[in-house]
């Protein structure tokens, strides 16, 4: 089985970053945003399901119904119930797909799991070590508001819905910060470095 690194961090704080570098070196990552937003496009289920729960937040054009992700988006960020009823939703298909992408690439020595709820879902609890993006306060409000659609409003209620990085600190012991606000070089060498520290400390364990 492969090493599982886990990369997580508050929104804005740059894990698609440190994501992009791993898939550069030719780790295997499982982008759960983008698997969300397949789900979303695709899983006629979860569309229909929204669309009897949230009307508002689906169009039917052509006899085909699809979601509105900005509507759907404010829903859920500005009500906790209408949170949980979206991830029952989603995240049991969500975990069964990062099995199948583990299990597909048995043979890779490392792979990534690029998730944003990565300890929200408990999923920490199975990577072997965990990148956690980090940057000031100011750089990840840049990043942010930059993003289509995206308000100071809804900015405050994503992050409020997210465990903050010094809570997710707290919750393991094998967390290395990649602090992105220093540019990408400096966040690609501590990347190699603790991938090498890792390499080297199970040669150590082998000899």
């Given at each position: ?15 698609s ?57 404010d ?36 792979v ?6 990565l ?48 809570e997710?600190?707290k919750l ?8 992105t ?9 501590i990347?190699?470095t ?11 364990q082998?000899?």
């Amino acid at each position: 089985m492969p090493k599982i690194i886990g990369i997580t961090g508050s929104i804005g704080m740059g894990k698609s970053t440190i994501a992009s570098m791993l898939s550069q070196i030719k780790i295997p990552v499982f982008d759960s945003d983008k698997e969300v937003a397949r789900i979303l496009k695709e899983n006629s289920t979860v569309i229909n399901d929204i669309g009897l729960k949230w009307p508002e937040a689906v169009k039917k054009e052509n006899n085909v119904i699809s979601i509105n992700k900005k509507i759907l988006g404010d829903i859920v960020f500005s009500n906790v119930k209408d949170k949980v009823f979206l991830e029952k939703l989603i995240h049991p298909i969500i975990n069964k797909k990062r099995k199948l992408f583990i299990k597909k690439h048995t043979n890779f020595f490392f792979v990534a799991l690029d998730m944003p709820l990565l300890f929200e879902t408990n999923t920490h609890k199975i990577c072997h070590f965990i990148f956690l993006a980090n940057t000031i306060d100011r750089v990840q409000r840049t990043r942010v508001l930059s993003r289509q659609h995206m308000t100071n409003a809804k900015f405050e209620l994503i992050k409020k819905n997210q465990l903050s990085n010094k809570e997710r600190l707290k919750l393991s012991s094998k967390i290395f910060v990649v602090n992105t606000n220093y540019g990408k070089l400096v966040s690609f060498i501590i990347i190699l470095t603790c991938l090498f520290k890792i390499l080297l400390k199970k040669e150590g364990q082998e000899t």
